[in-house]
C-alpha cells in the first residue's frame, strides 16, 4: 500500500497503467539500485545512449491491467533493443506522462544480469511487468 500511495502523491499527473506514457530505460552497471530513488532524475546520469537506443528508453506499447487472486497484474508487449552501445545492467520502468524529469515516478526496476551481447529482448515475467499482491486482512473474507 505503501508504494501505491507514495505513487500516487509524487505524480500527480499519473493517469493509470494503460494512459500514461510509461518507459523503459536501460543503465549501466555504475547505477546502484536504492528504494531512495524516486525519479527519473535519480537515474538519467546512468542511462545508456547511441545505437538504437532512444534517450528516455522505450515506450511500453500494448499495456493491460489483469487481476489474479490478490494481485493487480501490470502487463505490456516486451522491449527490445538490437544495436545497444554498450551493455546495460538494469531495465528501469517508470512513468513519463510528466513534462518535468523530476516528476516522472519510478516503478521499479530488473536486474538484467551480465548480458553477452549487445542485443536484448526483455521478455516480461508471465506476472506482468509489475504486479502488485495483497494480503487478505484477517477477519475479513
Known sequence: QNGVKTV???????????????KVALV???YVP?????AYT???SYEISGGDYTTGGLTLSGKTITTFT?????DAVDAAWSN???????????DSTNASPAQRSLFGYMDLGNLKARKLRIRWPSQGVLTLTVEDAPGFP
Open 8 to 22: 500516487v502523491e509524487r505524480d500527480r499527473t499519473f493517469l493509470g497503467w494503460t494512459v500514461a506514457t510509461v
Open 28 to 30: 549501466t552497471s555504475s
Open 34 to 38: 536504492s528504494q531512495s530513488h524516486t
Open 42 to 44: 535519480d537515474v538519467v
Open 70 to 74: 490478490n494481485q493487480v497484474r501490470l
Open 84 to 94: 545497444l552501445p554498450v551493455k546495460p545492467r538494469y531495465a528501469i520502468v517508470y
